[in-house]
């Protein structure tokens, strides 16, 4: 049973979603006129970018909100599916889109030149339309250093020193699938082995739990995306991760090298589109500066084109450069990065 909350804005379309009877059951004229997102996003960090693109362009948007199960969905409605456009977040999600079937190619002049070739699936099945970085959270109290790299994570100078959440997540694995593709696989587990001598616990919670640990003095470098310490500062509603934000300092790891690894939010078109010319009017909207800046602008993120604006919360971080390794050659890697993680026995914290 497939547990997912309707976010349509009719609750006529939202019962026809439902029952996946859309693209045969609503009348032609209004069809023509709609495009139908499935999406792991939250309605509220969408909502402005859809009011955007329908008051330019006439074309309502119906949004199935979905925090699981999305892709098994899609495949389930088979070629009865209304998804025209799926929104999602994260490299492993996409792929695992793309791999599901579930998803079609896009080959747009206009797409593939607003989004940036490292940013995009060299296939046209997926795209990214904001990034958010990888980066070091670090104590502005016991860590002097205003520079920081992957690397020397490992350097025994930070034992018991180390947060981060599970090695499984996928914000992790896409991380260290980047090790690999720069390293190799030999180079990377020693890395991990390093990384795992020098954590202070046993991996746990989410990012914003390991600036709770830096605040409360248990580490004093911990691993998070860039978006979180934005959420972080202006969160009126539990203020004092306020004082978590406010205890650390944001390193972008590599920034004089190759750069600071990144990972996307981003949008595919799904394969049996009942409205493809709306889902690609979509699509090109999103990818553009004016959309990109919105998107990004409310989820504390990066636009992909770079020199897109960002909020005075992100700019307040330092400055990113961005890892230009294609995502889709990083990406390869995750299945040997999770394999490493499980070999190296990351998750079950620093050996004693
Ligand atoms: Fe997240």
Redesign the pocket.
Known sequence: MLTNKLIAARAGLAALVAAGTLATTLPAAQAEGTVNIYSYRQPFLIQPLLDAFTEKTGIETEVLFLDKGLEDRIAAEGSNSPADVILT?DIGRLMNAKEKGITQTVEDETVNSEIPSEFRDPEGHWFGVTTRGRVVYASKERVEQDTITYEELADPKWKGKICMRSGQHN?NIALFASMIAHHGEEKAEEWMKGLKANLARKPSGN?RAQAQAIYAGECDLGIG?TY?VGLMINNEKEPEQKDWAASMKVLFPNSEDRGTHVNISGMAMAKHAPNRDNALELMRFLGSAEAQSIYAETNYEYPVLPGATVSETVQSFGKIKPDSLPLAEIAKNRKAASEMVDRVGLDDGPAS
């Open positions: 977040v914000y990012d995306n979180y």
